[in-house]
């Protein structure tokens, strides 16, 4: 299970020379550390790690908030027609993203008054240069308001009732009792929300190949093959892999808890 | 009195229907926009034809020329409908038996948050790192996994570079990269059959096998159908890997495209490299379609079991 990671580590460790050996070596002679620093000087991984974690911090961010805003209202308000909005938010789970690609795409293209665009969305290339165009689709989450609705249905209503008669407002007790009760729901959705949007390739891939200023890790990854296509560099490429999955990795060990909860919480519930 | 507080209460009510709206506002203007509007247009272009350059409302009118094309005469699209049931199926069918059985020990043996992060790590990992990595170690002269073979005095294969064993090798991937994930669910699901049951058919003499067939399937359903309903939903949308392990890939050879295609992929490179928005938009459609009478099969085959979570 864990032998390629074990592999891609040594291997991107190893010197030009020993990574062409046949039959092959598995622990390098010496570690070739300068293999990484060599990496970043080459290669703007650095740019793309900067892209990707100002992308989905903000992506992460927005979900939070709307998904726990749609979640109060869903789980602890009475109103018309809820029921439904509920089960039609669940419903939209079912389409494949491949129904929203072009769409959005042109809509981003069309956005007026923004990348060279005039009043009627012509004219520029709109958002579809800027890091919004990786942003605003994702900001609304079906799973994340499902989540949040479980969890916060689960908060005594007694409590929410007895800060209403106090005279607490709906925005209040928003505020200051919902989002400090579902701290752990809400870190586990954060947590989730991040390494999905982290991982997140085709729409990077469709936004950024025009656009290389906001191109995200992922997309940067795909291009290591491009960029050290030569036998001779397959130790960078190796090296830019390992760059390019570890810290996740280790985010992943230390919120473990976190996010087998989100998972745990999906299964049982679905 | 008592009026007073109905019409108290009324108000109150009333109040707090315009709040629960006010709360769902940002969830109602998104899927307008990102929802609403991008569905009706994919249906609208799906009969029209449209090169993104030209306005949309002046796209010619071709009714259900794009259907007929990709359900009939466009041999391609039917064999990538194909490759993607058989990648679906595969993967899906092998990953949630695989998960189950790595469940079940890791349910009777200590240690088990170590391994947990072992079996984890893949599907913390970007899919397109995933992919290049196997590419590298399904390289027939010098990868990982043509050495591991020969040592043990077997024959080398051709893995990506073969028409015939390509998709079969990306699959190997695609489970590897997702039987964590679904490893957890069922770790989960289990844990919620209490150990009674167990107590009971062991004291009537059950062996391990009865209680798996009898207590451990049966109770684990829901769990069964939800990872099935959505694992299909993800297969058949499958594109990293693909994407990343066929033409594109390192030394990996080049492979006819018919022989690891799959519907994201062809319709990726309609819409974006081909520029045909109609037909695109089309076997978005149909897809769809295929997705939602799986997932409607799914829900009646495993229904009449009695599951009522769903």
Not at chain 1, 246 to 257: G, N, T, Y
Not at chain 2, 92 to 103: D, E, H, Q, T
Request: proline share 6%.
């Amino acid at each position: 299970m864990f032998l390629p990671f074990l592999w891609l580590i040594l291997a991107s460790l190893q010197s030009e020379r020993e990574i062409m050996l046949r039959p092959m070596v598995f622990i390098p002679e010496v570690f070739q550390w300068q293999n990484y620093v060599i990496l970043f000087k080459k290669y703007p991984l650095d740019k793309y790690y900067f892209n990707s974690f100002l992308v989905n911090s903000s992506i992460t961010g927005v979900v939070l908030l709307t998904s726990s805003l749609a979640g109060y209202s869903l789980g602890k308000l009475s109103f018309p027609g809820r029921e439904l909005i509920f089960k039609g938010i669940l419903a939209t789970m079912m389409f494949p993203v491949f129904l929203f690609l072009i769409p959005v795409y042109y809509l981003l293209k069309r956005v007026p008054l923004v990348g060279g665009n005039d009043i009627w969305g012509l004219g520029g290339v709109g958002f579809l240069h800027s890091y919004p165009a990786l942003i605003l689709p994702f900001v609304v989450n079906a799973w994340g308001i499902f989540l949040m609705r479980q969890f916060i249905i689960g908060i005594p209503n007694e409590l929410l009732d007895a800060a209403r008669i106090d005279g607490c407002s709906e925005f209040r007790i928003y505020g200051n009792i919902i989002l400090p009760l579902t701290r752990p729901a809400l870190a586990t959705l954060g947590i989730f929300i991040f390494i999905q949007q982290w991982n997140s390739f085709l729409w990077p891939l469709i936004i950024t190949t025009s656009a290389p200023k906001i191109m995200t890790l992922p997309v940067g990854l795909q291009l290591l093959r491009v960029a050290f296509a030569s036998a001779r560099n397959q130790h960078y490429f190796l090296a830019g892999l390992v760059v390019g999955i570890v810290p996740m990795v280790i985010l992943f060990l230390v919120l473990q808890r976190y996010y087998i909860k989100g998972i745990v919480m999906t299964g049982l519930k679905g | 009195m008592v009026k007073k507080q109905v019409r108290r209460r009324k108000r109150r009510k009333s109040k707090q229907a315009l709040i629960g709206y006010l709360f769902l506002s940002p969830v109602f203007l998104f899927y307008s926009i990102f929802l609403v509007f991008p569905i009706s247009f994919s249906l609208y272009l799906s009969f029209h034809r449209w090169n993104m350059l030209t306005p949309p409302l002046k796209a010619r009118y071709v009714a259900v020329k794009h259907f007929t094309y990709l359900l009939v005469q466009d041999e391609t699209f039917l064999i990538v409908l194909k490759n993607t049931l058989f990648y679906a199926l595969g993967t899906v069918f092998i990953g949630m038996i695989l998960a189950l059985i790595v469940a079940l020990a890791f349910s009777r043996t200590k240690y088990s948050s170590i391994w947990r992060f072992v079996y984890f790590a893949p599907v913390v990992t970007p899919p397109v790192a995933i992919g290049m990595i196997w590419g590298y170690l399904y390289r027939p002269t010098d990868g990982l996994i043509n050495t591991v073979l020969r040592w043990f005095h077997l024959p080398g294969q051709q893995w990506l570079s073969s028409p015939a064993q390509a998709l079969p090798s990306i699959m190997i991937t695609g489970i590897w990269a997702g039987v964590g994930f679904t490893m957890l669910i069922f770790i989960a699901g289990l844990k919620g059959i209490p150990e009674m049951y167990y107590d009971a058919a062991r004291i009537d003499g059950a062996n391990f096998w009865q209680g798996f067939w009898h207590i451990t399937l049966p109770l684990l359903k829901p769990t069964i159908l939800f990872v099935l309903v959505t694992g299909m939903i993800g297969a058949w949308q499958v594109f990293d890997l693909v994407f990343m392990m066929s033409s594109g890939g390192i030394d990996t050879g080049v492979v006819p495209f018919e022989s690891v295609g799959v519907v994201a992929l062809h319709m990726y490179q309609t819409a974006f490299r081909y520029m045909r928005m109609g037909r695109a938009s089309a076997m978005a459609f149909i897809l769809f379609l295929v997705v939602l009478a799986f997932t409607l099969i799914e829900l009646r085959v495993l229904h009449r079991g009695g599951v009522e979570s769903y």
